[in-house]
C-alpha cells in the first residue's frame, strides 16, 4: 500500500509498505480522508514518537470503509480490491441501523475513528471498540474532521474538568480543531464560553458557532480582560498554551476551578509559580494527552462520547468545523497552514 514517509530531512513523500493485518478486535479500514493535527508536525519533526508497538506512520484520524474484520469483531469476509473501489452496496442508514441493534462491525460500514499512528496511508487497523458509524449525514471529510477533536474536548471538559451545566469556561486557541469543538460541548450544557484567539476573523468565527465572547490575545490581555468583564473567574480552562500562560490561567481562575493543560504551543517551562493562589483557589491542575491512553480507556471514552453527544451529531446540533480540504498529494501545504496558525478548525487529507 502508498502512505506519507517522513524521510531523514523530515520533508513527507510518499513510499510502499505492507498492509496492516487486523487483529481479532480490529477492522482494516480503507482510507477515505484523514484529519490533520498538531500531533503529526510534532512526530513529523521527532518530538512526539508513536507509542511503543503502534504504526510509525503519522496519523491519528481517519475516516472510511471497512474491508477486512478481525475475528471477533463480525465476518472474516475480504472486501479488499486493490483496482477497484468497494461497493457501495451497504448504505449509512442500513450500517446505523444495524449498530444501534448490537450487531457487529460488517465489512462495508463507513467508519471513523481514532489510532495511535498509521493513519496517513491507503489503509490502516483501527480498534473496533474505537470506531464510530458514520451519521449519514456526514461526508469523510466531516468524520475525519470529528474523533480526534472531540473526544479530546470531551475528555477534558466532562472526564477531568467534570464540567457541570451553567459554568464559565475559558478555551484557548478557540478556533483551532479541539477549540471549536470544545466550544460546541460546553455551549450544550448551557455553559459561558470565552475564548482567547489571535485574530478578528477567529473571534467572529468563534462567536457564529456559539461562543460568548472572544478575546483577541493580540489586542487584548485575556486576564485584563476577565478582571474587567468576569471578575469572578472561570470554572474550567482548557489550555494548550502553557508556558507563561499557567500564572495567567491561576490569576483568571475561580474558587474550585480545574485548568486542564493538553499541550505547550508556548513553551515547556512557566514562570515560578505562583502556589499561594494555587492554595487559596483550590484550583485542580491536570495535564492530560489522549493518544497514549490504553485501548480500554479509548473504548470507554468512545462509548460514553457516543451517549452523551452522537444524538447531537446526528441532528446536527454539534458538527466539526473544517477549514479547508486537501488531496494528500498535498499534505505539505496542510502541514504548512497549521504552522502558520491560518486555520479556523480542522484541516483535512483526501486519499484519492
Known sequence: MKYINVNQMKDLEFSSTQMPEAKADECLIKVKAIGVNRADILQREGKYPAPAGESSIIGLEVAGDIVKCGSDSGSESDGIDQNKSLSSSL??????????????????????????????????VVKKN??????????????????????????????????????????????????????????????????????????????KIGADSAVNYNTTDFVAWTKENLPEGFDVILDVVAGNYLNKNINVAALD????????????????????????????????????????????????????????????????????????????????????????????????
Not at 505562583?274 to 492530560?288: E, G, M, P, V, Y
Request: hydrophobic fraction near 45%; aromatic fraction near 8%.
Open 91 to 124: 448504505s449509512n442508514s442500513l450500517s446505523n441501523s444495524l449498530l444501534e441493534k448490537g450487531d457487529k462491525w460488517k465489512v462495508g460500514d463507513k467508519v471513523f475513528g481514532l489510532v495511535a499512528g498509521g493513519g496517513y496511508a491507503e489503509y490502516v
Open 130 to 207: 474505537q470506531l464510530f458509524c458514520m451519521p449519514s449525514n456526514y461526508s469523510y471529510q466531516q468524520a475525519a474532521a470529528t474523533a480526534e477533536v472531540f473526544l479530546t474536548a470531551y475528555q477534558s471538559l466532562f472526564t477531568i474538568a467534570q464540567l457541570a451545566t451553567n459554568k464559565r469556561v475559558l478555551i484557548h486557541a478557540g478556533a483551532s480543531g479541539v477549540g471549536t469543538a470544545a466550544i460546541q460541548l460546553a455551549k450544550a450544557k448551557l455553559c459561558y464560553v470565552v475564548v482567547t484567539v489571535s485574530s478578528e476573523e477567529k473571534a467572529q468565527a468563534c462567536l
Open 257 to 352: 476551578a480545574r485548568i486542564v493543560m493538553l499541550s505547550m504551543l508556548g513553551g515547556r517551562f512557566s514562570d515560578p509559580l505562583d502556589i499561594a493562589k494555587l492554595l487559596f483557589k483550590r484550583i485542580n491542575l491536570t495535564a492530560s494527552t489522549l493518544r497514549n491512553r490504553s485501548t480500554s480507556y479509548k473504548a470507554d471514552l468512545v462509548a460514553n462520547f457516543t451517549a452523551d453527544f452522537m444524538g447531537e451529531i446526528k441532528q446536527g446540533n454539534i458538527m466539526p468545523i473544517i477549514d479547508s480540504v486537501y488531496p494528500w498529494e498535498n499534505a505539505e501545504q496542510a502541514h504548512q497552514k497549521m504552522l502558520d496558525n491560518k486555520n479556523i478548525g480542522k484541516i483535512i487529507l483526501m486519499v484519492e
